[in-house]
């Protein structure tokens, strides 16, 4: 079955410290890639994807991610946090853009100053 | 900013009341999803529509109920709340053909 794993509960990083997310996946092809963040008391938005060609991507607020097919990650990077990334980031995979989403279960970020 | 709004943000219910969730988007989109979301746990689907009239069960097994009357409104119904539905309940919608989803900033409810 198709599942997605991100290993850590929780991160806390200091403001101006880079960050890596973690993200693992099983699914037999490569499935199209997402990562959403999810401030306090909002929805979820959408950061970044990944389908197809250049395997590192870009996203909005300075994020990006890099789609590693041999170990079945798409981890999340930022080489600089402000207190504003505090938020649960969420990963997810579809087989295709039709498809319903599978989600894992979040990583809390969590900023020192 | 997406154009989705749920309603009520909070609510908080006695047991064996019937409340109604509301979700609504004015981007025209097709797709519309229901989802449950607890504390540290993965986003679970529990309803899904592809249009009009066309309403289908996610995943995870769910005592809710949902219609879709209009493309733009896309109402979830409990009949009769249990503390066992105390949860988030996030809202979504996406185009035909589109790859983003489009999230409602979600209904915080609690059974008592």
């Known amino acids: 079955a198709q599942s997605v794993t991100q290993p850590d509960i929780h991160i806390t990083v200091s403001e101006g410290a880079s960050l890596e997310l973690r993200c693992n996946y099983s699914y037999g092809a490569t499935p199209y890639l997402f990562w959403y963040v999810q401030s306090p008391g909002q929805g979820l938005q959408l950061l970044l994807k990944?389908?197809?060609?250049d395997t590192l991507v870009q996203g909005i607020k300075g994020f990006e991610a890099e789609f590693k097919r041999s170990q079945s990650s798409f981890n999340l990077r930022k080489p600089s946090v402000h207190w504003s990334d505090a938020a649960e980031y969420f990963c997810?995979?579809?087989?295709?853009?039709?498809?319903?989403?599978?989600w894992g279960a979040g990583t809390k970020l969590i900023i020192k100053p | 900013e997406a154009d989705i709004y749920q309603t009520p943000r909070y609510l908080v219910i006695g047991t064996g009341k019937k409340i109604t969730l509301e979700c609504s988007q004015t981007m025209g989109h097709d797709k519309m999803y229901w989802y449950q979301q607890d504390p540290g746990m993965e986003l679970h689907l529990i309803h899904y529509?592809?249009?009009?009239?066309?309403?289908e069960k996610g995943d995870l097994s769910s005592e809710s109920t949902v219609s879709r009357i209009r493309t733009e409104h896309f109402p979830l119904t409990l009949e009769s709340a249990r503390p066992s539905h105390t949860s988030q309940y996030l809202c979504a919608s996406k185009r035909q053909g589109g790859t983003e989803a489009f999230f409602g900033q979600g209904t915080r409810l609690t059974v008592v």
């Open positions: 529509s592809y249009g009009v009239n066309s309403t």
């Open positions: 997810a995979v579809a087989p295709d853009s039709n498809y319903q989403l599978i």
């Open positions: 990944y389908f197809s060609g």
